[in-house]
C-alpha cells in the first residue's frame, strides 16, 4: 500500500515525509493512516500534490488532515473568483470630500471658537 501511495506523488521526498511522521505518530493505526490517504487521492486525485505540499508547509501529519486540505482545495477551486475589487458602477462617479490634515485635532477640540 505504501508503494502505491508513493507511486502517485512526484515530489518523493515530501511523501517519504509524510509516510515516516505517521509511522512514528501512527504505528498501530498506519493501515487506516494509508486507507485515508489513498481513498483521499482517489477523491481528490488532482489535489493530492498540492495537499501534500501544505501538510509539509504547516506541518501537519495525519491522514484526516491530508483529506481535510484536498478537500479544502477543491472547493476552493470551484469557487468564482473574489469580485470585491472590482468597482461598482453605480458609484463610479462618487468621489470622497478632501479634508485638511488638521480635520482631527479640531474635531477633538471641540470644533471651531
Known amino acids: 500500500m505504501i508503494r502505491q ?16 511522521k505517521l509511522k512514528e505518530r501512527y504505528p498501530r493505526h498506519l493501515v487506516d493512516q494509508l486507507n485515508v490517504i489513498q481513498g483521499s487521492i ?7 500534490e ?11 501529519t495525519s491522514a484526516n488532515d491530508f483529506r481535510d486540505i484536498a478537500y479544502s482545495l ?6 468564482k473568483p473574489d469580485i470585491a475589487g472590482l468597482p461598482n458602477e ?3 462617479d462618487i468621489t470622497a470630500p ?16
Open 50 to 60: 498540492q495537499a501534500l505540499l501544505e501538510m509539509k508547509k504547516l506541518n501537519m
Open 5 to 20: 501511495i508513493k507511486d502517485v506523488f512526484d515530489d518523493k521526498e515530501r511523501i517519504e515525509w509524510l509516510i515516516l
Open 98 to 113: 478632501e479634508r485638511t490634515e488638521d480635520i482631527h485635532l479640531k474635531v477633538l477640540a471641540g470644533g471651531t471658537k
Open 74 to 79: 477543491s472547493i476552493q477551486s470551484q469557487k
Open 42 to 48: 482517489k477523491k481528490y486525485p488532482s489535489f493530492s
Open 90 to 92: 453605480k458609484y463610479k
